[in-house]
Structures are given as C-alpha cells and as structure tokens.
C-alpha cells in the first residue's frame, strides 16, 4: 500500500495560468480532505469529497476553485487563474470512513508556487 | 462550523523540558479529537481521543480529552531536539484544524 499519494510535488505556475493538484487515496479509502497551508500557518479544511460527490466545500473560496472526486481514478483539485496568493502548500487527506479509529493519511503535499 | 483553538501558538523549551500543549474545541456532535505532529511534510497522526479522562500513550507523548471543559492537552516529557514541529489537533467531524503549536526544542 503506498499511503497517499499526491503529485505533482513541486508546482510552478505563471499568474493566470491553471493548475491542477492530484491526490491518489490510499486503497480502500473513498473520502478525501483537501487542505491549504500557507507558510507558517496551520492546515486550512477546503474540502470534503467522497467518491463523485462533494460533501463539504465551506472552506474553499468560491471562484477559481473546484474539486473532483470522480469514479474513477484520483481526486483532482483545480485552481483557475491563479495569482500570488495562491502560492502554498496542498495537503490531502483520506480514510476509508469518516471518523475513521486510526485517523486520516494524508499525502506529502504538493507545494505550489505562482510566479 | 466546529471551532478548534490552540494554545500556545509558539513555545520555545531546551531538551529534557516537559511541555504541555492544549487544544479546545467547540464541536457539534462531538465524537472524537485528534492530534498530528507536522514536521517539514506531511502532518503524521498521533493520537485519537474519544473518551474522557482516558490517557492514551505513545512513548514519551500523551492525551487526553477533558469533555467537561471542551478541552484536550497533549504531554510531552524529557523533549529531544527531534520533537520539533508543529502539533495540530483537529475534530474528525469535520477535520478543522486549529492554528497549531510551533515547537522548537533547543538542545
């Protein structure tokens, strides 16, 4: 089992570009939590999905950002037009049910720079 | 939306100190609190916490959940260089962090 897997780990992008974040479950695990972290700062929650439905999107900002959790394959989350700001550290998290005993796995992040 | 408070934000100890962390918590349905520990990576869990006044161990690391008080602390005795990082606790409902604990243990 490879744990969480989230890729790619390193991700530049110009300021109006698209990027777009993927995060692998690990197997058995159908819900998956999205996080921000900006640098010296704790976990921001963007996102609960399970498998092809969105469960809680509260924490993500309402234009530029979606997220996907499809049938099929890994999470995907997506940011449009990316500025500055946008500049972080994106952690995923899964378990196989909510409140799961041994907690939730997360991923070693995806760290994205907007240049 | 379930509010999950840290305190302190920042402590500074020399090794061997015993420091003691909190996490408080104002959580509908509450059914359990967790505590990770994020060094330059990935947060790596610790401790889940379900009843109260139950202690639960790991090493030199313990918890335990006060729910009279909305209230969990996090023990760390005899501190090594290594138990630098921030611990973040969370409440499984939701999975909201609080700000986190900086840790810096100097030697």
């Known amino acids: 089992n490879a744990g969480v897997m989230q890729n790619p780990r390193h991700l530049v992008r110009r300021r109006g570009q698209e990027a777009r974040l993927r995060c692998s479950p690990m197997?058995?695990?159908?819900?998956v939590y999205w996080y921000r972290q900006l640098p010296e700062e704790g976990l921001k929650f963007m996102v609960y999905?399970?498998?092809?439905?969105?469960?809680?999107e509260s924490g993500m900002p309402k234009e530029r950002f979606s997220a996907e959790f499809p049938k099929e394959g890994p999470s995907i989350l997506r940011i449009q037009q990316v500025v500055r700001g946008d500049s972080a550290a994106y952690f995923c998290?899964?378990?196989?049910?909510?409140?799961?005993?041994?907690?939730?796995?997360f991923g070693s992040g995806t760290r994205l720079t907007v240049v | 939306e379930d509010k999950v408070v840290q305190s302190p934000l920042s402590l500074v100890v020399h090794e061997g100190d015993t420091v003691t962390l909190n996490c408080s918590y104002e959580?509908?349905?509450?059914?359990?609190l967790l505590w990770y520990k994020q060094e330059k990576k990935a947060p790596t869990f610790l401790f889940m916490l379900?009843?109260?006044?139950i202690e639960k161990k790991s090493g030199r690391l313990s918890s335990i959940l006060d729910k009279k008080e909305l209230s969990s602390i996090l023990n760390i005795t005899a501190t090594q260089t290594g138990d630098s990082a921030i611990y973040l606790c969370?409440?499984?409902?939701?999975?909201?962090f609080g700000a986190g604990t900086r840790l810096t243990v100097k030697p």
């Open positions: 379900t009843s109260s006044g």
């Open positions: 999905l399970q498998k092809e439905n969105i469960i809680d």
């Open positions: 998290a899964s378990s196989p049910y909510q409140g799961a005993e041994y907690g939730y796995t």
């Open positions: 197997k058995g695990h159908s819900h």
């Open positions: 959580v509908t349905n509450f059914r359990s």
């Open positions: 969370a409440g499984p409902n939701d999975m909201r």
